[in-house]
């Protein structure tokens, strides 16, 4: 069993991601620029935030952050997007989710301009990403996908199982791991799914990211195979100095021995999904997604 290291990884992405800003910089280019927008003080939200902020420094980009209150309306909030929008330096910025209710998500998505749209979240990067077009990625599906091919993992004509069918994760994961370069045979499973045990018995590559603690038990796994756990669910714990601590979708402990890769929680695929809003900043920069 060969453990899949995302934050090492990360690293790696984020130093190569580094040494292209100096090569920008040198060559007397634009530094890349990424905004993020924090609606209230979400616990959550404000981490993913300053981690996103603080690896914005690491690779040498601007980044600024704009932060409202949670009673900011949603026609405030579409007018700080339109100025996002038409701001030449910004080359993407976010909206971090969840957004208080009175605030449409879908709406606030639609509004942000694709070409700035570095999660990957507005349905023209979606649609282009389907159609096999140049296109942002969201960035849970691309680390995973960057995991894949850094780890050398074969995907061709392979069984990959996907559980969740969310639009951020469990769906482009599915469209992406069948195209062209993956090849995979892809099974899209969900709540509804019958005999997902079974299912997942055949998988040469399972995905978790249906979001239950400790959902994909050893019973489920087949040997040899490939998992990769989306899931960080935060649990209390008495053997931690925080009195907490993460736990994905996967029963870690009894699958790892059975798999041929195997990400761990923390340390997998959480620490790639930095990386891959950043790498997205770099190829906007570089108009090589929009030309
Ligand atoms: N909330 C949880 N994950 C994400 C993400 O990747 N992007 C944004 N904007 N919000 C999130």
Known sequence: MELIDGKKTSEILQDEIAQEVLTLKDAGGKIPHLAAILVGHDGGSETYVAAKVKACERVGFKSTLIRFEDDITEEKLLQSISELNNNADLDGFIVQLPLPKHISEDKIIEAIDPRKDVDGFHAVNVGRMVAGMPAFISATPFGILELIRRYKIETAGKNCVVIGRSNI???????????????????????????????????????????????????????????????????????????????????????????????????????????????????????????
């Open 169 to 291: 994760v469990g769906r482009p994961m599915s469209i992406l791991l069948s195209q062209k370069g993956f090849d995979c045979t892809v099974t899209l499973c969900h709540s509804r799914t019958k005999d997902l045990k079974g299912i997942c018995q055949k998988a040469d590559i399972i995905v978790a990211a249906l979001g239950i603690a400790e959902f994909l038990t050893a019973d489920m796994v087949k040997e040899g195979a490939v998992v990769i756990d989306v899931g960080i669910t935060r649990v209390k714990s008495e053997t931690t100095k925080s009195g907490w601590k993460l736990l994905g979708d996967v029963k870690f402990d009894e699958v790892a021995p059975k798999c041929s890769f195997i990400t761990p929680v923390p340390g997998g695929v959480g620490p790639m999904t930095i990386a891959s809003l950043l790498y997205n900043t770099l190829l906007s920069s570089k108009k090589e997604i929009y030309k």
